[in-house]
């Protein structure tokens, strides 16, 4: 089963692969300076391609709360690879870091350019793009603790969620991804997607609101909102 699976997922991520590369190819070098329009395509594209893998039955949704998110950074737990792919399919005009090298990858240069920005910047660049794209009305995903990691793990916070919050002037909004079994887990490859239906479950958090540290230093605030999304996010 596990490998019949495997065989599922390797197909899916070929059609996901094949769509990639037309749209970097014929379209995103176009139109790759409309971001939102951008947006919009890679949000339909990415969540076909969560229905595709959910119709095959490769995982599911449990969607406990996810209300509308508009202009706001969303910090969010990182159980898989597929997290991104699943808030950005879920949520319409959303971005996030990605790594570098993606760039450079000559199938995607065109796509990652479009909308995303990439993890070799320093920290004034990565402030004033992300800053650049908040202005434009879109939401900014930020994964806190840095890498993958099980729903009974508690890796150390990062304070770029409320960096990036704090620089932009938006607020932060928590989501609880977690699922009942391993998928796509960090250091695994691309098809390891468990051998039963794995499913994700999504808790919107209260929404953190970085006015009611207006009268911190930003040392201080950066601290303390850092522990109250790790309190939103893991208690």
Not at 74 to 81: L, M, R
Not at 190 to 196: D, E, I, L, M, T
Request: hydrophobic fraction near 45%; charge should be positive.
């Amino acid at each position: 089963m596990k490998y019949l699976r495997s065989l599922i997922a390797v197909f899916c991520f070929g059609i996901f692969g094949t769509g990639s590369i037309i749209l970097n190819f014929l379209l995103f070098p176009f139109i790759k300076n409309n971001k939102e329009l951008c947006s919009d395509i890679i949000h339909i594209v990415w969540k076909f391609f969560l229905y595709l893998m959910m119709f095959f039955g490769l995982f599911r949704l449990d969607i406990k709360n996810l209300g509308k998110i508009e202009n706001k950074i969303i910090a969010a737990t990182h159980p898989s690879f597929i997290d991104i792919v699943i808030l950005i399919g879920l949520i319409p005009r959303t971005t996030c870091v990605v790594k570098e090298a993606l760039a450079h990858n000559p199938i995607l240069k065109h796509i990652i350019g479009s909308i995303f920005i990439t993890n070799d910047v320093d920290i004034e660049v990565l402030k004033a793009d992300s800053k650049k794209m908040l202005d434009k009305g879109f939401n900014f995903v930020v994964f806190p603790a840095g890498r993958r990691h099980r729903k009974d793990e508690h890796l150390k916070m990062k304070k770029g969620a409320a960096l990036i919050a704090l620089n932009a002037g938006k607020n932060i909004v928590p989501v609880k991804i977690s699922n009942d079994g391993d998928f796509l887990y960090i250091h695994e490859p691309f098809y390891a997607v468990n051998s039963r239906c794995i499913t994700f479950e999504l808790e919107q958090m209260p929404e953190i609101n970085i006015n009611d540290y207006s009268n911190d230093t930003e040392i201080s605030a950066k601290h303390k909102i850092t522990k109250q999304l790790e309190a939103e996010l893991y208690n």
